[in-house]
């Protein structure tokens, strides 16, 4: 599976902006998919993910209540709607995904997830 994270920017804080990732290559729902963000200098974070099916998600606390993920498997992509962006909010956000489920990630490391996309860049300003 390749991934392709996109809608990425700047913003105000308060504002909001949706973030697709885009999947190619095989069977896209056999894969559940995060989202996660690395901020400057610190860890590589998760933000959201969702199941295979979508039926089951799960968000980090930071973002609970402003944050949305979801997915549409008949477009093979995976979105993060966010919402009240915080300056805190502002870093480099990743899609992954895993035919192991990544809620099993949560509190450990993120070593060996199968897929990764490259970057978006969001910067909520101040």
């Known amino acids: 599976v390749q991934l392709q994270a996109s809608g990425g920017g700047l913003v105000q804080a308060g504002g909001s902006l949706r973030l697709s990732c885009a999947a190619s290559?095989?069977?896209?729902?056999?894969?559940?998919v995060g989202w996660f963000r690395q901020g400057p200098g610190k860890e590589r974070e998760i933000v959201a993910i969702?199941?295979?099916?979508?039926?089951?998600?799960y968000y980090a606390d930071s973002v609970k209540g402003r944050f949305t993920i979801s997915r549409d498997n008949a477009k093979n992509t995976v979105y993060l709607q966010m919402s009240s962006l915080k300056p805190e909010d502002t870093a480099v956000y990743y899609c992954?995904?895993?035919?192991?489920?990544?809620?099993?990630?949560?509190?450990?490391?993120?070593?060996?997830?199968?897929?990764w996309g490259k970057g978006t860049q969001v910067t909520v300003s101040s």
């Open positions: 969702i199941s295979w099916s979508g039926g089951s998600t």
């Open positions: 290559g095989r069977r896209f729902s056999d894969y559940s």
């Open positions: 992954a995904a895993d035919r192991v489920p990544l809620q099993s990630r949560v509190g450990g490391p993120l070593d060996g997830i199968e897929h």
